[in-house]
Structure formats: structure tokens, C-alpha cells
């Protein structure tokens, strides 16, 4: 595989923008940062100061190396491997400065990775996606990548080298809530989406045979896209509060004005539009001669609708799904505020109690099950576009 | 045989087909010819219902196409489009299969079927059964577009510009395939085009079409030598006539008894290609032969002058 894009002895330009932020960063920046407690003020402690000697320089080492690299080597396979073993070694050196600030027993002091460890990791995973996105792998390839990260994280986990930081912590002070708001929050997610495909694609199909619909059905969607999310979950709070209280065998589905019902009806209502509008694109992209040909062939309407338009509009419509996907899964996080669950409820409380670590514990894995989504609905989206469509 | 009668297509208060009668003849070309706007596609789509009538009737083979649901009456009359529409979401083989299998043939049957079209329009089914249709030439998307429509060994079929698209050369080609594959299956054939050279060339039998209405129908002899109109005058072009009329008779049919000497001509040969071939030589006659060289006759010079003059 042909990866090479510098010449030998020219220096690579994100490589060299890349290195100097980094130093900068292992410079100017805490890498570590210790609190007695959970919402005092942190203390930013330098690596030197923590660690002893020998791991300290094996770890600038192998942060040299990755400089080196970064600046200077082609290969893009290269370049990969050393940006994932550096990735290994800040997560093994933070481990390390959490188990040697962290007196034995103690669960009160917090260690937290400073934003020199933060801009680090920032700097190495831009190393390491540059060098996934110069070797140009195939979707099969992309989600094989994501399912090693995923392995790799889930044993950094399981192992316990990370217990002592403070995300960590308020993970295991918190772990049954942990499980529970995940589940809500890829319900929600998920169930909204499903909710909006079975609705969008038909309303995409009556808008592309009735170009009359069009302009409206998009015009009220996008208007609907348009209300910020806090306020439409404010706006719905008022109907179905009133329905609820109408209707008590609404309220005895768990449909009340606050809560999950809100939230996944104004996800729904998001998602409509770039899935209705991805429908109705999609079907435009059908060549009229082909639908010509399959009527002229004895085709029915039925047999073109879902053989030929909706197999041939499907790619597009996956697109649309996608963007929602990602979307909600970031959306769901607000809806904590009007007490649905999900992620966002760490992040609102870590929010109110200052503890910064409580809104990682809900913004980091919100992070990355938007990141695995959009790869794998991604490598869909690819595996199934033939040069043709 | 496709009888139409008093066929009219009326969109709100405009006319796009008005009263048109013409008789089909089973085993024929006829070729609709006009210029856009002049209704011959409508007329075309009303044959197989792809456009419902406004008044008249069709029938084929004595059959009303109203007697059955509109896809059931398409699926026994091949179709193939300008653009050759075919699915690019499946294979050469799939594509060849459609209607095969909408009318439920056994798989065996169907893949018969398809090799043996592949086959007869030079298609290697090794080669190209698995490709998709963005992997094939102009050409050969065509010609899997007219096998597609062929695929079900339909009485009619029904182009529209077939080859609108193609260029000079590989059209040549694909007219005469044309011609061969209407000799080999018998099909009556109905396209539609506005190329009056390629009229000529197909047609056993030309209708002109304008604002709707048929002009002519008749033999592409006639239309040159007894135009019905001045429009027809037009559209056949009068300055390269005398060419046009040598062009719509072979050497073989022309050709008198006698031994011959001079520049030898194929009998498929076109009179204006025989006359081309003896100002070309400076010869006074041309010796006719056949496929396998065999000498049928002769063609003097005065004979196929002869051919080029009305009456």
C-alpha cells in the first residue's frame, strides 16, 4: 500500500504542529492535578514530583519517540503503531501518578489528569486517526479498528491501572447508577430514532410522489429544527402533563410531562428531518429512466417502491440515520434536565456539585458511543454504496 | 399484429396523440418518426399502457390491452428505453432475469434464457452474467438493455430512441444487430425515433408524426417518392433523395441475370454502397455476390440509376 505523502528528510506539517503543541503542553501544563477532596481547588503537580525517575524518562522517551515520528516517518503503519503505543503509555503513567498520589486506603483525595495530559492524549489520537486515514482502510477494516480500541479500553478498565483517578472514582461510587443511565440513555437514543425511521421514510416516500407535500412537510420540520432543545422539552412538558393528567391510563404507561416521555417525543420530532429529507433525496437520485424501465418491464408499484427506488435510495436514507443517531446520542444528554436520565445526569450533577470529574463520568462515554456509532453506521453507509449509486 | 385505433391522449385542454389509426403487421419493424414534442413516445407508452388513453383502442393479436391489469399486459411486451434503464443495483444476469422472473420461471429456465441472450449479442456469460451494469461500455449496456427486454420471449417489443445514446459506429452496429435479431425471433417491433436515417434503415414501415397526428404511413420507398405533404418533404430531406431511395434497396434484389465482370459487391450491399463502389472503380458494372462469394449476377451502371428515380 502506497502511505507515503512526505518526501524522505521533509518535515511532516501536522507532525511538526502536533510535536510543538505536545511539548508546550508537557511543559506549560499540570499534567497531574491532586485534591485532599473531591470540590476543593486541585493542586497541578508536575511528573517529576510524582513518579520516580526511570518511569518519568521512559515515558518522555517513548513521547520523543512519538515526536520523532511524528516529524519525521512516512510510513503511515509506522506512525500508527508508535501514536497507539504512546497512547499506552500516558494511560499507564497517569495510572501510575493516581496509585502513587493516592495513600493506601485513602478515598478521599482526587487525582485527575491535568489539561497537559488531556492536550497529550488530544495530540496523540490526531497522530494516530491522521495515520488510519492515510492508510485508507475499507469499512470492514474501520470497525475491526474500533472493536480493538473498545477491547483495548475495556482491559485498561478491567485491569485497575486507572482505579485511583478521580473519573474512576466517582465511576465506582456510582457504578449501579452507571449501568442504569446507560441503559436509559441508549433507549432514548435508539428508541426515538427507531420511532422517527418508521415515521420519516414514509412521510420521505408520499413527499417525493407528491411534490405538493414537499415544500410544506419540509418547511414544518425544519421549523421544528429549528426550536433549541431545552425549549421544545419545555414546550411538550405542557401538553403531556396536561394529557397525563386527562387520561390516567396514559399515566400508567409512564407517559408523564416530565421525564423520558418528553424527551424521546422532541428526539423523535429532530430526527425527522434529516431523515425525511435524506428519503426524499434519495428517491430524487433514482435515474427516472430506471423506474421507466421497470414500469415498461410489468414491475408493480409496490415491486418498484421497495426492489428498485427504496434499495437504490437506502445508502442516502442510511446517511440520514446516522446524522440522527449521532445527534440524539449527544441530545439525550440534556434531557436529564427535565429528569429522563441518561448520561447527562452526572453531567448536570457534577455541574451543580462543581466536581468537574461527575461531568466526565457523563460526557466521556457520551463521547465515545457517538464516536462508535457514527464509525460503524459510517463503514455501513460505505459497504453497502457500490460506484454505482 | 397491433391494431390502434382513433388513439388519442388528451393532458387537460392539449392534444398530444389525436386520432391516430395504424395497423401493425405481425413480424415487422415499423419505426414512429417525428420530431420532439410530436407525440410518437405517447403514442409508443399507450401501446403497452405505460400512458393510459384518453379514447381509443389497442389491441394485440385481436386482444384488447384493457382486457388485463396493466403489469400483467407489460410483462408479455419487451421494453428498452434511450438510456437503457437498467438496475444498477444488480448484475447483467439479474437484470436479463426480470421479467423471466416475474412471470415465475424455474431458475434453470432463466439462466438458460440469459446465456443464450448474452450469447447472441456477443457477450461472453463467463465474462459478463456477474458484472454490473456500471462495469459495461455505452454499447454494451445497450445491448443488455435490449436483451433485458427480450428476455421473455415477447411477440412485441417496444423501443424508445434504443439508441439515442449511442455514437455513430457502435449505433451502426446495434441497428444492424437489430435487423438480425428480428429475423432470428420474428418479434414485432415498434420504435420510436427522431433520426429519419435511422427510420430508413429499420423500417419496413414508417410512420411520420406530427402535433399528434400520423401524416404517412407507409413503406420509407414511398414516403420518399409520394410524400403525403410538404412536411414530409422536409423531414426526408429532398436534396441527397435519389441517395436515400438507392440506399433502401440491396444488390441482391436488384441484380440482373448475366455474366459479370467488374468490382465484385456484396448482395446485402445497398445500391448506394454499389454506386459508390463503380464511381469509385471508374467501372460500368459490378458482379453481385453472396455470402459465400458465389457470382448471383450483375449490376450495370445505367441499372442502378435506374433505381434512383421516383415511379
Redesign the interface.
Known amino acids: 500500500m502506497k502511505t507515503t505523502t512526505a518526501r524522505r528528510g521533509a518535515i511532516d506539517r501536522l507532525g511538526a504542529v502536533l510535536t510543538l503543541v505536545g511539548v508546550a503542553a508537557l511543559v506549560c501544563l499540570p499534567f497531574v492535578v491532586f485534591k485532599a477532596n473531591r470540590i476543593l481547588p486541585g493542586d497541578a503537580r508536575s511528573l517529576s514530583q510524582v513518579l520516580p525517575p526511570v518511569k518519568v524518562l521512559t515515558f518522555y522517551g517513548i513521547l520523543i519517540l512519538a515526536g520523532v515520528t511524528a516529524l519525521g516517518i512516512a510510513s503511515a503503519r509506522l506512525r500508527l503503531a508508535v501514536a497507539l503505543v504512546a497512547v499506552a503509555a500516558l494511560a499507564l503513567t497517569i495510572g501510575a501518578a493516581g496509585d502513587a498520589l493516592t495513600p493506601i486506603g485513602n478515598k478521599v483525595v482526587r487525582v485527575s489528569p491535568g489539561t497537559g495530559f488531556w492536550v497529550l492524549l488530544l495530540c496523540l489520537g490526531l497522530m494516530a486517526t491522521d495515520a488510519i486515514t492515510r492508510l485508507r482502510p475499507g469499512p470492514g477494516v474501520r470497525v475491526l479498528f474500533l472493536g480493538l480500541f473498545a477491547v483495548l479500553a475495556g482491559a485498561a478498565f478491567a485491569s485497575g491501572i486507572l482505579d485511583h483517578l478521580s473519573v474512576m472514582r466517582e465511576y465506582e461510587v456510582n457504578a449501579s447508577r452507571f449501568a442504569l443511565e446507560a441503559r436509559h440513555h441508549i433507549f432514548m437514543a435508539l428508541g426515538s430514532v427507531t420511532a422517527a425511521v418508521i415515521v420519516a421514510i414514509p412521510v420521505g416516500i408520499l413527499c417525493h410522489r407528491v411534490p405538493r407535500l414537499r415544500a410544506g412537510t419540509l418547511g414544518a420540520l425544519n421549523l421544528i429544527q429549528t426550536v433549541p432543545s431545552i425549549a421544545l422539552f419545555g414546550i411538550l412538558m405542557v401538553p403531556l402533563g396536561a394529557l397525563a393528567a386527562a387520561v390516567p391510563f396514559v399515566t400508567e404507561l409512564g407517559i408523564r410531562g416530565i421525564g423520558a416521555a418528553p424527551a424521546v417525543l422532541a428526539l423523535f420530532l429532530y430526527s425527522l428531518l434529516p431523515v425525511v429529507a435524506n428519503t426524499v433525496v434519495g428517491l430524487a437520485r433514482v435515474?427516472p429512466?430506471?423506474?421507466?424501465?421497470?414500469?415498461?418491464?410489468?414491475?408493480?408499484n409496490l415491486q418498484i417502491l421497495t426492489n428498485?427506488e427504496l434499495?437504490?435510495a437506502f445508502p442516502v436514507i442510511l446517511t440520514g440515520i446516522r446524522i440522527v443517531l449521532v445527534q440524539n446520542i449527544g441530545l439525550v444528554t440534556v434531557a436529564a434536565l427535565i429528569g429522563a436520565g441518561g448520561f447527562g445526569v452526572f453531567v448536570f450533577q457534577g455541574i451543580n456539585q462543581t466536581a468537574i470529574d461527575l461531568v466526565l463520568l457523563g460526557a466521556l462515554p457520551t463521547v465515545a458511543l457517538a464516536f462508535s456509532c457514527a464509525v460503524l453506521l459510517d463503514a455501513l453507509v460505505e459497504s453497502i454504496n457500490?460506484?454505482?449509486? | 399484429m397491433i391494431e390502434i385505433e382513433n388513439l388519442t391522449k388528451q393532458y387537460g385542454s392539449a392534444t398530444v396523440v389525436d386520432r391516430v389509426s395504424i395497423t401493425i403487421a405481425k413480424g415487422s419493424i415499423t419505426v414512429i418518426v417525428g420530431t420532439s414534442g410530436s407525440g410518437k413516445s405517447t403514442l409508443l407508452r399507450m401501446i403497452?399502457r405505460?400512458v393510459e388513453p384518453s379514447a381509443g383502442r389497442v389491441a394485440i393479436d385481436g386482444k384488447d390491452t384493457t382486457s388485463e391489469p396493466p403489469?400483467?399486459?407489460?410483462?408479455?411486451i419487451g421494453?428498452?428505453?434511450?438510456?437503457?434503464?437498467?438496475?444498477?443495483?444488480r448484475s447483467v444476469a439479474e437484470n436479463i432475469a426480470?421479467?423471466p422472473r416475474?412471470l415465475g420461471w424455474n431458475a434453470a429456465r432463466t439462466r438458460a434464457r440469459v446465456e443464450e441472450l448474452l450469447r447472441i449479442f456477443q457477450l461472453d456469460p463467463g465474462e459478463f452474467a456477474g458484472k454490473?451494469?456500471?462495469e459495461l461500455s455505452g454499447g454494451q449496456q445497450q445491448r443488455v438493455?435490449v436483451a433485458?427486454?427480450l428476455a421473455a420471449e415477447p411477440a412485441v417489443l417496444?423501443m424508445d430512441e434504443p439508441f439515442g445514446a449511442l455514437d455513430p459506429i457502435i449505433r451502426t452496429k446495434a441497428q444492424d444487430d437489430l435487423i438480425e435479431i428480428q429475423r432470428r425471433f420474428g418479434t414485432t417491433i415498434v420504435l420510436v425515433t427522431h433520426d429519419i436515417d435511422e427510420a430508413f434503415r429499420l423500417g419496413d414501415r414508417v410512420a411520420v408524426m406530427s402535433q399528434g397526428q400520423v401524416l404517412q404511413y407507409d413503406r420509407p420507398a414511398m414516403l420518399l417518392t409520394h410524400p403525403a405533404d410538404a412536411f414530409i418533404s422536409r423531414l426526408t430531406g429532398t436534396g441527397d433523395r435519389a441517395m436515400k431511395l438507392l440506399s433502401l434497396t440491396t444488390a441482391g434484389a436488384a441484380a440482373e441475370a448475366g455474366a459479370a465482370s467488374g468490382p465484385k459487391v456484396a448482395a446485402a450491399a445497398t445500391l448506394r454502397e454499389v454506386l459508390s463502389e463503380l464511381v469509385w472503380s471508374g467501372a460500368p458494372e459490378a458482379t453481385v455476390v453472396d455470402a459465400d462469394g458465389m457470382a448471383r449476377g450483375r449490376l450495370t451502371l445505367a441499372g442502378v440509376l435506374a433505381h434512383g428515380k421516383p415511379g
Request: aromatic letters at 8%.
Open positions: 435515474s429512466a430506471t423506474v421507466d424501465a421497470a414500469r415498461g418491464m410489468g414491475l408493480t428498485i434499495v437504490l457500490r460506484p454505482s449509486l | 403497452n405505460l403489469h400483467l399486459l407489460r410483462r408479455g421494453y428498452a428505453i434511450q438510456g437503457h434503464g437498467l438496475f444498477p443495483h426480470t421479467v416475474l454490473f451494469p456500471y438493455g433485458r427486454a417496444l
